[in-house]
């Protein structure tokens, strides 16, 4: 059973940055995939970042340029840095990983942009 735990998130005025992290209990170069999603009060939860096994990124158009995934595999942890962040940004993030077996997800970490 995999274990995702995200943190990093918290309170930051707008055009400030944060860094999230997502720490796997076990190796995260096994997964052929792991994302970022975000859930805003109200809506639905979306996808955001993406970074496949093979080291392709692919970002959701209102974070792109803004936002970057990426990962260290000998920490087995994932990250999403984050810069320039918008009101519009506020949401709780969530972490995921992907293999052909199954899907697991993290408990979230709640951003909150705002002055």
């Known amino acids: 059973q995999v274990q995702l735990v995200e943190s990093g998130g918290g309170l930051v005025q707008p055009g400030g940055s944060l860094r999230l992290s997502c720490s796997a209990s076990?190796?995260?170069?096994?997964?052929?995939?792991m994302a970022w999603y975000r859930q805003a009060p109200g809506k639905q939860r979306e996808v955001i970042a993406i970074l496949t096994g093979g080291g392709r990124t692919i970002y959701e158009d209102s974070v792109n340029g803004r936002f970057t995934i990426s990962r260290d595999n000998a920490k087995n942890t994932l990250y999403l840095t984050m810069h320039s962040l918008k009101p519009q940004d506020t949401a709780v993030y969530y972490c995921n990983a992907a293999q052909t077996d199954g899907s697991w997800w993290g408990q979230g970490t709640q951003v909150t942009v705002s002055s």
């Open positions: 076990g190796s995260i170069s096994s997964f052929d995939a």
